[in-house]
């Protein structure tokens, strides 16, 4: 996903997107850890891109 918003963030900003983000959806059953590298934040930042992460527990009950 980030190689592909680096290959059309101008396009974006062309057609008037100002307020730019890349949203992650965590689905899990359990414990929930995943981290992003130093080197993917700073593409981000360098997008002036920001970054949504939202958990969701798929637990039975």
Do not use: P, W
């Not at 929930?32 to 039975?60: P, T």
């Amino acid at each position: 996903m980030l190689t592909a918003l680096e290959g059309n963030i101008a396009k974006l900003r062309e057609a008037g997107g100002t307020d730019i983000s890349l949203t992650c959806n965590v689905f899990h059953d359990g414990q929930c850890n995943f981290e992003f590298s130093n080197e993917e934040l700073i593409r981000l930042s360098k997008l002036g891109v920001g970054l949504a992460v939202s958990c969701y527990s798929e637990a039975e009950e």
